[in-house]
């Protein structure tokens, strides 16, 4: 994850276009994988062939694995191996947001095709230093029609120096209507990890994290962040339309969450009041 001041803003296309260079991958979305998330989350397991997929359970399919030689140090694919990504010379990787919209919903043992593109890359000079940014765009198609639309920022940065003063992380609202306190252990972090094959080691290896990335702990997923909130908004609202996310301050796995909402807004407060996650709900009329 990164700050919000340090991030930029998707500008989404409707649609791909017969122009882009688009990566496809297909999968068989598997009931036991998306059972097993489930059981990860404390939830009840009731996912089948056949099932429709909960928001968000699409980060567990489309694996891009490469043989080890091929990782970078962060243990993610070395950019120029990463087949879509486009190498910026900045070593630290971030997911900083991203927005959805669900046309329709995924099931369960049903084969998926996945369309990625790079809509926007660029280098640019932060406050903290030089910064890369990227935006993905997926498209997910299932039966023939489209199912998922993605935009997925990426926000690339030098390492951490002792003497650059950290970015102060926005306080949360404390005005939520509804509210869960959430845990995250090293063994969720870890079976997250292992279900989304992420191999970021700043979410299972306490040693990188600290002494390499600078953070003061593990780092929860950011994409965990989201589909609790997407779990919880879904709970109080219906099936979703669209939500999006952004990233403003990591979490980490020693610290108790609270999600919130209020109205269409939701967002993560840490124990001691920052801000981690805000995000937005849309409901299908």
Not at 37 to 66: C, R
Not at 86 to 109: I, N, S, T, V
Not at 172 to 187: P, Y
Request: hydrophobic content about 35%; some cysteine; overall charge negative.
């Amino acid at each position: 994850m990164t700050y919000a001041q340090d991030t930029a803003s998707p500008s989404p296309s409707p649609s791909l276009s017969s122009t882009d260079t688009v990566f496809r991958s297909t999968d068989v979305m598997d009931p036991a994988r998306s059972a097993a998330l489930q059981v990860a989350l404390g939830l009840e397991p009731g996912i089948s062939a056949g099932s429709e997929l909960p928001p968000f359970f699409h980060q567990l399919y489309f694996w891009t694995p490469v043989p080890p030689e091929q990782l970078g140090r962060d243990g993610h694919p070395g950019r120029s191996n990463s087949g879509l990504i486009p190498d910026l010379g900045l070593p630290r990787r971030m997911w900083a947001g991203g927005r959805l919209q669900f046309e329709h919903p995924l099931k369960a043992g049903v084969t998926a095709e996945k369309h990625s593109v790079v809509e926007q890359s660029e280098r640019k000079s932060g406050r903290t230093g030089p910064l890369g940014f990227v935006t993905l765009r997926h498209e997910i198609h299932q039966e023939g029609q489209l199912c998922v639309r993605e935009w997925h920022d990426l926000v690339y940065r030098e390492d951490p120096s002792p003497k650059t003063p950290k970015p102060v992380p926005p306080q949360a609202r404390v005005d939520e209507e509804e509210a869960r306190q959430v845990n995250f252990s090293s063994t969720l972090l870890f079976r997250y990890s292992a279900l989304t094959f992420n191999g970021h080691r700043i979410h299972y290896d306490l040693d990188y994290a600290c002494e390499v990335e600078g953070y003061a702990g593990l780092v929860v997923h950011g994409p965990l962040l989201a589909q609790q909130l997407m779990l919880l908004a879904e709970e109080l609202m219906g099936p979703l339309a669209e939500f999006s996310f952004r990233a403003t301050a990591p979490l980490m796995h020693f610290e108790a969450a609270t999600l919130c909402c209020k109205g269409r807004d939701l967002w993560v407060r840490a124990p001691d009041g920052r801000q981690c996650m805000q995000a937005q709900a849309v409901p299908k009329t």
